[in-house]
């Protein structure tokens, strides 16, 4: 194998990747006399549904990146960081947070609607097709990530398809807590925030906010962001709790577009440069969350959530001059979900039982413009969501438990969709205007133009379970198995342009590994998956007609597996590192499917200089993939690509300093790339910041 890498590495432009795998292929032979080193992986916490388990009883591949982990790793963006886990794929078209995202396990373009994200529960996706907005997500407030691989609708509903992202935040702590953070980098980035929390033993308060302001990498590539939360709860004895949550976000972006194959293999003045200096959009999103606790250990918990969210998105795509209207999403939704849980015992064995009811009310309005900024179009969707669920852990003997679930879903959409009709006058009905009315082009109150407009009404219902085993050793290693059913329902972008019958698409998906304690100083997990998909919702595959929303002619079929480990190979010394394997495929014709790589791997080195000092120097390797269009393959496909980014901390008692560089080697490499059109990430760059905590009981 060493032969092998040797190889590789002497034969493909990633040298600075290569290096640390060399380095552990010397020292390897060495790890018996690891020293000893303290908790697990498999004892951290994960968050599930509204439970906290232990990472060794979720029969799914599973990962936690802590809050240490984000202090000491090199990263721009919550991005950077995700983007390092075992088959999780980095998707970005603005080179920065904005638009960004990580496609887990082969999901090429749909991965904006088959992985699932969350903050405290909160789901961050959109209705539409732009996702998760991870620009609304400070770094510096999380206390962890989960990332779930594989299907989790029966937990989390529609959407978590190929895993799910849980963003958990900062808990409070008693006393009173003051955290100062501030950072400067290369492209005039700055980005400056503070948070103040108190708490006693029954409540508690919280406030942060912060700005950042950057140029961006590219031309007309600029993020300027600002963000508000407060929060404020009560714990009434052990049975009652009760808390309320405001986030608030705003922020102005540019959209430089793609560049040229010419351009994108040109100079890096080339790379940076745009067509569309003039494209830009605006965010308000405003998030608001209440959450209440009743019961106990011995009555079982019910918790109350609800959730209300206002997004509003002016943007405008290609524009030519600064004069130029904006197009237009607003978003208007809230949401509920009650939950049930219990632990109990029976016949000498711990179980869980869990249930819970879901109902979703959105109200999503999409305006487009025309030259001279009248409404050309208006796209409207009103969503009612209802579903319910069962699951529960059952602890067959000491050393396995059976986890169980169903989840059944009603989905309803309302559509409406109104367009300018320039050469008709009269008999039109207008959008917002009460049912059957009749409207004249010379009706004084009325419109200088007619509308057409056209709704349907769309009905989805679908059902999922799933069933899963996890065997535990003497040594804390633990073993497991799952099948798994998923579906996804069409969201009212892929609706407002799509072929007749556009319906939702299912899956079977079956999950192995094992996740092995070989000491307290090494530690690994492999894990192994099948998948296959029908009727799954792709954009422009019918040769017979304009591209369009359909349903996919064949099922896709996804195998592969990740493994990982984490070595403490002395007191000042630890190696972690993954390999990512996929294989996507359309099953009949055997067609790759686009932008999914099928090898990433990654290696990260932490070396603690002093107690208070340490280096992390991370690699990360993606292998070619097919461009985002060529579903038949024909095309050469883009190159793999190879970074390296490394940053220096130090800590002293409150205080935190770090310098960091991104792109080490100067890699020159593009996530995203359409038709020969490439959306190119940073090359070298540096940023330097501080963080400074003040903790008083």
């Known amino acids: 194998m060493a032969d092998r890498l040797f190889k590789f590495c002497s034969t493909n432009r990633a040298p600075g990747f290569c290096l640390p795998f060399l380095g552990c292929i010397l020292v390897a032979p060495a790890f018996v006399l690891a020293q000893e080193r303290g908790a697990h992986a498999v004892d951290q916490i994960v968050v599930t549904g509204y439970r906290e388990e232990r990472l060794a009883e979720i029969p799914r591949s599973a990962s936690v990146i802590s809050a240490d982990d984000l202090t000491r790793l090199p990263g721009n963006n919550l991005v950077d960081y995700l983007a390092r886990q075992p088959n999780l794929n980095l998707r970005a078209t603005l080179a920065s947070e904005k638009f960004s995202g990580v496609d887990i396990r082969g999901q090429g373009d749909t991965y904006t609607s088959n992985v699932l994200w969350l903050v405290d529960g909160f789901r961050l996706n959109a209705e539409d097709l732009s996702g998760a907005d991870l620009s609304t997500v400070a770094v510096d407030n999380i206390r962890q ?280 006058c009269a008999d039109l009905v207008v959008i917002g205007a009460p049912p059957n009315q009749v409207t004249f082009c010379n009706d004084p109150g009325g419109f200088s133009a007619g509308f057409e407009t056209e709704s349907q009404r769309d009905t989805y219902r679908n059902d999922a379970y799933e069933v899963g085993l996890v065997y535990t050793t003497e040594n804390g290693s633990n073993w497991f198995i799952a099948f798994a059913t998923s579906f996804r329902n069409p969201n009212v972008d892929e609706l407002a342009l799509s072929a007749e019958n556009l319906r939702p698409q299912t899956g079977d998906h079956l999950d192995a590994g094992v996740r092995s304690v070989w000491s307290r100083s090494l530690e690994s997990s492999v894990a192994i998956f099948w998948n296959e998909t029908d009727d799954e919702i792709l954009f422009g595959l019918d040769p017979f007609s304009a591209p369009q929303n359909i349903n996919a002619f064949e099922p896709i079929k996804r195998t592969g597996g990740e493994a990982d480990f984490s070595w403490r190979v002395a007191d000042d010394l630890e190696l972690s590192g993954y390999l ?73 008692n409150q205080i935190s300093l770090f310098v960091g560089i991104s792109n080490l080697f100067d890699e020159v490499y593009a996530p995203s790339v359409y038709s020969s059109n490439y959306y190119p990430a940073p090359e070298r760059n540096f940023y330097a910041g501080f963080r400074y905590q003040i903790q008083s009981t």
């Open 145 to 424: 990530i989960d990332v779930i691989r594989g299907a989790n609708t029966v937990r989390y509903g529609n959407g978590a398809v190929a895993g799910v992202i849980n963003i958990v935040t900062r808990d409070v702590q008693p006393g009173t807590e003051v955290r100062v953070r501030g950072r400067v980098g290369s492209y005039e980035t700055v980005d400056a925030g503070a948070d103040l929390a108190w708490s006693n033993d029954s409540v508690w308060t919280a406030l942060g906010g912060s700005h950042y302001d950057s140029n961006g990498y590219r031309d007309n590539g600029g993020l300027e962001k600002t963000d508000f939360s407060a929060a404020a709860g009560v714990q009434l004895l052990d049975s009652f709790s009760a808390s309320l949550h405001l986030n608030f976000h705003e922020d102005e972006f540019g959209l430089p577009g793609p560049r040229s194959s010419e351009e994108f293999f040109g100079s890096a003045t080339d790379r940076q440069g745009t067509q569309f200096p003039f494209a830009s959009g605006r965010t308000d999103d405003n998030r608001y969350r209440a959450e209440f606790d009743i019961g106990d250990k011995d009555t079982g918990i019910l918790t109350a959530r609800l959730f209300r969210r206002d997004r509003d998105n002016p943007f405008r795509f290609g524009a030519d001059a600064p004069d130029d209207p904006f197009d237009d999403i607003a978003e208007d939704s809230a949401r509920y979900e009650l939950q049930y849980s219990k632990d109990f015992e029976w016949l000498s064995r711990d179980h869980a039982l869990f249930a819970g009811v879901v109902g979703d009310d959105v109200d999503y309005v999409r305006t487009t413009r025309n030259t001279v900024g009248d409404i050309a179009e208006t796209q409207r969707g009103n969503i009612n969501h209802r579903a319910w669920f069962l699951a529960a852990d059952f602890g067959l003997t000491a050393n396995l438990m059976l986890s169980v679930g169903f989840r059944e879903d009603q989905f309803q959409i309302d559509r409406l969709n109104a367009q300018r009709v320039t050469d008709l």
């Open 580 to 652: 990512g394997y996929t294989r996507a495929r359309f099953k009949n014709t055997a067609a790759a499917v686009p932008l999914v790589p099928e090898w990433t791997a990654g290696l990260t080195v932490e070396a603690y200089i002093t107690d208070a000092a340490g280096l992390t120097v991370t690699s990360r390797y993606v292998g070619s993939r097919f461009e985002g269009n060529d579903f038949n393959n024909t095309e050469d496909k883009v190159d793999s690509y190879a970074t390296v980014d490394a940053q220096f901390t130090y800590a002293l």
